[in-house]
Structure formats: structure tokens, C-alpha cells
């Protein structure tokens, strides 16, 4: 049965055609008959009413563009002549479209998913394109983007294939449990799958955990420490660290991270501070160490899963940058197999150079650019392609996009993507949930694809919506006992009369993004914290009654600013908590949580950014200590256990709460300012 015909100017790329079936839609397959090339496949790209010249009816055409056909060769073609005007076309069948669009299964293939709206057409990725010439994971948060990665990560695990996966938010460790989800097992069936465990998923964590990841702290260069900090050394700075190893390097047969803060507090000049500052957060994370053998993280059939949860952002990249460089070096010299890395978040990695460089950014260009060579595939995920390194993201030959709304992200996704034209702006906006575009050598043209459910539980944010940590008043607080590891001598020679010192309690409410301190006796929030080199200088503060008095739309979206690093207007619409709410009502919201200082807005071009500067107090633990009651006489605490979790319950993005004893020193500026400095 004919679904339409061909009308006005017609190429052999495209032309619109006078809609016969009302049930044809975005994204159906029809056959045009050609000649001389015969029968070709074609995509409609959209349908839309417009009045029938000559009447006041409306009819309904759609815009389609040319696939192609197959040569007697094999070979998918365009035709080189026009489309003829009148002629007719009709629904392909699912045997013409598996044929032009070569969707036999490939050997080794990684099964996706189904072709959007043909459920008995499997799309299978190409495993040796996908794991040899990049990949780019890109869409935006709650689109189903670290889902998706998950799928592609079971499919390399099912064919042995090496992979370490860079995972910010300790998303991916759920692939050792199975997807026991009552709401995916009829899903599961549509798409051929059942539940399984991926044992070989191992995790190795950055701050917490059993089994924990530790890199290479011995006997490093200058260079290569300057590589781990998070901006770069001017020559003054320079200096100091070189002299700072210099000196080690007479004095020891082997040094290590604390013996070069150390060794940098003791040169001359202010220009050490910064650097020790830096030094020291690298040792407090407790990361460099006897290093764990990369033979042990890159094994066939195995997924290294780096949970870098709970570290710092400036943790975080210095450690990719050295965990990086050590897995490029041991592959080029063939000490470690080929193997597929997973870089999450990858904007925070390698962003954009207009953004400014961080540590892992030159390690991330070089493998973009020369890991293919060295058998090192890349895939690069991203919620925000605009912030990504541009020379990073056109080095990715295969694309898989979800649903973007940014009109700068679907800028930087047209940019890396051959197969981008104008339609796909509009079709990138109106994916569902779960569909992607697959674009480039992994898969022939572009597919819309509706991803196959995971095998395994999900533990990513897209399922986090209703936030899955246990409620705070039910969470037993741990208790910290900080080091002190500022003098009061060092606290001087910044030009700070110092008073006294304290051992004083706060509660410490962390949320992914960083950290929110609460006086516990004075009931004072510290928002932010702010450094002063080395020394964290407790200045700007306020009172928790200021955040229990938020009205009840004021505490859902600072709740949703809390969740992400930042909080752009045009995604309010895709917000889950805050889509019951007028767009007005949530504009008003913001704007008074912006006078009231809680949250910062910036203008970019013509997008308003939302964010509230946090950051990870930098502090070690005494060994075997716990925080103390109140000594008698003291003032009693203002915020005891409960009344910490009272405040800080109605924000979900608070995952957990504890009593942090730390030293404190009352001081005062030249010009009297009195000013609070963390000795931690």
C-alpha cells in the first residue's frame, strides 16, 4: 500500500513527499523506486499540516532524506540522479531495511538495542570499530547516558575484552548485581535478555572502600609532580619544587609525597605555600603509596571500575592524570594487553581549553590522539560535549547521543559528527528517555536506537531521581578526630595574629558535589569555605535558621543546585522534582535564594548558570580517634545529633552526616578582621 508520493523540488538527497497513510511518523523507513538504481531506502524526517494551495484544507506532508541502496558489490550508495516528482512510496519492509542498512549480525557484535520502531531489528555495534577508533557517549543528565554506557560495558565484558572505567560518582559497580527490577522484566523479554551478574566487575576506590587504588608516590620527578597539581607552576614555584627535590635526592635513597611537602615548607620564600597546599591534599587522599600493579587493573575479561567517589575534584584529576599516564606508558612497552577505557564526567578531564587546563588534560589528548596506535580504545561520556576538548571529541569515529536540550551541546555534537544536519537538532531535543542516535564507523549511517535494559542493576543517577540512600535520622553519624597539621608559626607568617586555639565541632553534611560545615555550637553554615594558600579560612557564614526558613519551593530547588555542579535555566523544564512547579514559581525561587546568597548566578551568553560553591574540606584523620563529648563547662552543643539531621534531612542531596572534632585557630588580620582557621 503506497504511503505517499513525491512532490515539489525533489534531489537525490532529500525531497518531500504528499502523505497518504496518517499513521506514518518521524523516523518510519519507506522505498521510493529510482531510476536507474531501482528500489531505495529512505527516512522520513519529519511530517508537518500545511494548507493545500488553492484550499483551505490542510494536508500533510512529510521531509525525507535518501539512505541509499546496495550495489551489486555490496556497497551502500546514494544515487547520482534527482528523485522524479509523482512517484510513489511505500513502507519498507524489515528484510529490505536489515539489507541497505547492513544490519546482519557483525561477529563479536555489541548489542545495543532495537532499531526505534522495528522491534525485530537487532542493532548490533561494530566491537572492533567501537574498541579501536573511540567512542563518545554524550547527553544530558537523566537521559539515560551512564545507562547506556553500562549496556555497551556488559557487551565488551561478555566478549573478554580489558576495560577501565573512569567513574566519578561510583555509578558502575552495580554490574556485579543483577537487574532483579520488576518494571524491566517485561522490557527484558521485548529485547532478549535476562538478569545477570558480572563478577568480574572489580572496584577499586579512591576514599573508601576494601579494596583500594594506590599509585606510584616514590622517588617521582619534579615534572612529574608538577603534572598532579591541579594549575600550572609559574617559574617561582617551579624553583621551589625542584630545590625541594633537589634536596631529597642528596639526602635519600627514596622519598616519598610527605617527605616533599615537607621538604617544600622548608625552602624560602612565600611561593612554597601553594604548592605544600596542593602536595598535602594529594597525601591526605591517601591515594600515592606502594602502587597497585596495572597487570592486576587491566586483565582479559575484566572491568576496573575507579570509583573516585568521595575524593575532590582536584583529587580526582590528579589522579586520572598519574593513572593514565602509567597505563599509556606500560601499553606502549606492551607490559599490560590492549585494552577499552571509560572516561566519565569527561568534561571535568579534558575540558575545553577556554575552560582551563586541569591535570588529566594533556594525558586525555594524548591518548585521543595516539592510544588507537597503541591498542588503547577510549570512550568518552559526557553530559556536557560543549566543555569537552574539542581536539578530544572529533577523535571519537563513533557517536551515541541521547537526549540534549543545550543549544551549545548540540553545537559541539554537530561539530564531531559527520552525518549531523539541520533536522537533528529537533530530533536530538525530542528523544525519549533511553533512545540514542548512533552515529559514525560503529554502526552504518545514522540509527535511532531504543536501548536494550541492563542485564545488571542500574546504579546510576537516571534511577536515583527518588534519591536511594537511606534517610539521615536513621544513619548512625560517624565520628572524626581531625589531624592538626597547621602550626600556629605557619598560621603567623601569613601575617596573622593568632589568639588562641580550639578543639571545636562541626557537623560536616556531604552531598556528591562537596561539603557544607555546620557549627555545632553556634549554629553557623560556612558557605563557602575559602583558602588562603594552605590555610582555610572559615570567613563567610550563615545561620542555620537561614536554611530551615526556606519556604518549600526554595528547599526543592536549592535541593536540585546541591545535586549537580551547576544548574542551567533552559533544564528546568527536565528536572524531575521541580516539573510540578510553574516555570515562573521556580524562576522566583531562584532568584530568592540568589539574594539571599545560597546560590550564584552567572550569565552565559544568553543562559543563566545556577551553582553553590562548595568544596572538600582537606583534613587527616587521627589514627584510632574519635571526636569527644563536650568537656563540663563548655557550651553545650547548639546542634546535637538530631537536630544535624533535622536541618539537613529535607535535602536529599545530603547523603550522610558526621561529627567532625577539629582544631581551630582564633585570629585576626592586620587590619583586625577577625578570621577562623582550620588547623586540619
Not at 603 to 612: A, K
Amino acid at each position: 500500500m503506497a504511503v505517499g508520493e513525491i512532490i515539489g523540488r525533489a534531489d537525490s538527497f532529500e525531497f518531500k513527499m504528499r502523505v497518504l497513510d496518517p499513521y506514518l511518523k518521524r523516523g518510519d523507513y519507506v522505498i521510493s523506486e529510482h531510476d536507474p538504481e531501482g528500489l531505495v531506502l529512505c527516512a522520513v524526517k519529519n511530517v508537518f499540516k500545511e494548507k493545500n494551495k488553492g484550499s483551505k484544507e490542510l494536508e500533510t506532508i512529510a521531509e525525507v532524506r535518501v539512505v541509499g541502496y546496495r550495489d551489486s558489490a555490496g556497497v551502500k550508495r546514494i544515487p547520482k540522479n534527482a528523485f522524479k516528482p509523482g512517484a510513489v512510496l511505500w513502507k519498507a519492509d524489515s528484510k529490505f531495511i536489515k539489507r541497505v542498512l547492513a544490519l546482519s549480525k557483525p561477529e563479536n557484535g555489541l548489542y545495543l538495542g532495537l532499531l526505534d520502531g522495528y522491534p525485530d531489528l537487532p542493532i548490533e555495534l561494530d566491537l572492533h570499530k567501537i574498541t579501536t577508533k573511540h567512542l563518545a557517549v554524550l547527553a544530558q543528565s537523566g537521559s539515560g547516558k551512564s545507562y547506556t554506557v553500562a549496556v555497551l560495558l556488559e557487551e565488551l565484558l561478555e566478549r573478554k575484552v580489558p576495560l577501565v572505567v573512569i567513574d566519578p560518582h561510583g555509578e558502575y559497580a552495580s554490574l556485579r548485581e543483577p537487574n532483579d527490577e520488576p518494571r524491566d522484566s517485561r522490557a527484558m523479554q521485548k529485547f532478549g535478555v535476562s538478569p545477570k551478574t558480572y563478577s568480574n566487575a572489580v572496584e577499586y576506590s579512591v576514599a573508601f572502600g576494601e579494596n583500594k587504588l594506590f599509585l606510584n608516590g616514590f622517588n617521582l620527578k619534579s615534572q612529574e609532580i608538577a603534572a598532579l597539581l591541579p594549575s600550572k607552576l609559574n617559574s617561582s614555584q617551579v624553583g621551589v619544587l625542584y630545590e625541594a627535590i633537589k634536596s631529597l635526592k642528596k639526602r635519600l635513597s627514596s622519598y616519598s609525597l610527605d617527605d616533599v611537602v615537607r621538604e617544600v615548607e622548608a625552602q624560602e620564600g612565600s611561593a612554597k605555600w601553594a604548592i605544600a597546599s596542593a602536595l598535602q591534599e594529594l597525601v591526605d587522599a591517601d591515594v600515592f603509596g606502594a602502587p597497585t600493579p596495572l597487570n592486576e587493573l587491566v586483565k582479559e575479561g575484566q572491568a576496573s571500575v575507579i570509583n573516585l567517589k568521595g575524593a575532590s575534584l582536584e583529587t580526582q584529576q590528579s589522579v586520572v592524570a598519574r593513572l593514565l599516564t602509567d597505563l599509556f606508558q606500560a601499553r606502549k612497552f606492551s607490559r599490560i594487553p590492549p585494552f577499552f577505557l571509560v572516561i566519565e564526567e569527561a568534561h571535568n578531564f579534558a575540558p575545553e581549553r577556554s575552560f582551563g587546563e586541569v591535570a588529566s588534560s594533556r594525558v586525555v589528548r594524548t591518548l585521543a590522539s595516539e592510544g588507537r596506535k597503541f591498542g588503547l580504545g577510549l570512550c568518552i561520556v559526557s553530559q556536557r560535549p560543549a566543555r569537552v576538548d574539542k581536539n578530544v571529541l572529533s577523535q571519537c569515529n563513533t557517536q551515541v547521543v541521547l537526549k540534549m536540550t543545550n543549544p551549545n551541546d548540540i553545537r559541539a555534537v554537530s561539530a564531531s559528527m559527520e552525518s549531523f544536519d539541520e533536522t537533528m537538532d529537533s530530533e536530538i531535543r525530542g528523544l525519549a528517555v533511553g533512545t540514542a542516535i548512533v552515529s559514525g564507523e560503529g554502526a552504518d549511517g545514522s540509527l535511532c536506537v531504543e536501548v536494550r535494559p541492563r542485564r545488571s542493576r542500574h546504579g546510576g543517577k537516571a534511577q536515583a531521581s527518588q534519591e536511594l540512600h537511606e534517610p539521615l535520622l536513621k544513619q548512625k553519624p560517624r565520628f572524626i578526630k581531625a589531624k592538626q597539621s597547621l602550626s600556629k608559626q605557619a598560621v603567623e607568617a601569613a601575617g596573622l595574629t593568632v589568639h588562641s586555639m580550639l578543639e571545636h565541632r562541626f557537623w560536616l553534611a556531604e552531598t556528591r558535589q562537596g561539603s557544607l560545615l555546620l557549627d555545632a555550637k553556634y549554629g553557623k553554615i560556612y558557605c563557602p569555605s575559602k583558602f588562603a594558600e594552605r590555610l582555610v579560612a572559615l570567613k563567610e557564614f550563615k545561620h542555620a535558621s537561614d536554611l530551615s526558613s526556606l519556604d518549600s519551593v526554595e528547599a526543592i530547588v536549592f535541593n536540585e543546585v546541591l545535586k549537580r555542579r551547576e544548574l542551567f535555566d533552559h533544564e528546568l523544564p527536565s528536572c524531575n522534582s521541580l516539573v510540578k512547579f510553574e516555570r515562573a514559581t521556580v524562576a522566583s525561587a531562584l532568584e530568592a535564594l540568589v539574594n539571599a546568597g545560597w546560590v550564584r548566578k552567572t550569565r552565559l551568553g544568553q543562559i543563566n548558570s545556577y551553582s553553590f560553591e562548595q568544596t572538600k574540606l582537606r583534613f587527616a584523620e587521627e589514627k584510632n580517634a574519635v571526636a569527644t563529648e563536650p568537656a563540663a563547662g563548655e557550651p553545650a552543643m547548639a546542634f546535637d545529633e538530631r537536630a544535624a539531621k533535622e536541618l539537613f534531612e529535607p535535602f536529599a542531596a545530603v547523603e550522610s552526616i558526621s561529627l567532625l572534632e577539629m582544631p581551630v585557630f582564633v585570629a585576626a588580620t592586620p587590619d583586625m578582621e577577625a578570621v577562623i582557621i582550620s588547623g586540619a
